[in-house]
């Protein structure tokens, strides 16, 4: 079965910092991978996923991930963080066709990012 | 598209009372997910369908809970009788036909058991 871990729970970084949220998978094969944003009260909204190809991905906002798979990782980043950027960011793995959960997508614990002006 | 479309997005009710939560996924979407969030436990997984069938319900956490989709546009989630531990915001999901391709998630439902 796959799963996800997002080790930090939470993250400060001031206005204009780089930011990078990590997450680390389980899988037995290349998985689908994605990044959710929520914010308070909202639903999570996609950011970026990974299918194949060109291992960096560009997403909404400004965001863009890694998968390295030596690594099993799939990590966010951002050059420069707005004020706006402040919610909880969810790292998720799915599995490709065959997989015994094909369908379902795995939810890490998400991080929650606090922007300080 | 008006995206998945969840109701109520509040629910406040006594414990012992049954509640309903509804969901319209995107049309045309195979794929529909309901998904619990609370702080200890983070998004949990509790069933999903495709076409219509249901796949994995080994995330409903007990026959206080049953799920139905009676056709391609809705689904129903329901807790008969409800205790304050189910209080929760529960979400609903859809994702064409393939779940690799992610899912779009309604704005959910905030669920108060009181």
């Known amino acids: 079965a796959q799963s996800v871990t997002q080790p930090d729970i939470h993250i400060t970084v001031s206005e204009g910092a780089s930011l990078e949220l990590r997450c680390n998978y389980s899988y037995g094969a290349t998985p689908y991978l994605f990044w959710y944003v929520q914010s308070p009260g909202q639903g999570l909204q996609l950011l970026l996923k990974y299918f194949s190809g060109d291992t960096l991905v560009q997403g909404i906002k400004g965001f863009e991930a890694e998968f390295k798979r030596s690594q099993s990782s799939f990590n966010l980043r951002k050059p420069s963080v707005h004020w706006s950027d402040a919610a909880e960011y969810f790292c998720a793995v799915g599995a490709r066709a065959g997989g015994t959960s094909y369908g379902k997508l795995t939810f890490g614990q998400g991080t929650i990012l606090t922007v300080h002006p | 598209d008006a995206g998945v479309i969840q109701s109520p997005r509040h629910e406040v009710t006594e414990m012992g009372q049954e509640v309903t939560l509804r969901c319209k996924p995107i049309?045309?979407?195979?794929?529909l997910f309901w998904y619990r969030q609370t702080m200890m436990r983070g998004l949990e997984l509790l069933i999903y369908?495709?076409?219509?069938?249901?796949?994995?319900d080994s995330g409903m956490p007990e026959d206080r809970f049953s799920a139905k989709m009676p056709n391609a546009s809705f689904s129903t989630l329901k807790i008969q009788p409800s205790e304050p531990r189910d209080s929760a915001v529960y979400f609903c999901a859809s994702s064409p036909r393939q779940g690799g391709t992610g899912y779009t998630f309604g704005s959910g439902t905030r669920l108060t058991v009181v």
């Open positions: 049309s045309g979407h195979d794929y």
């Open positions: 369908f495709n076409n219509n069938v249901p796949i994995d």
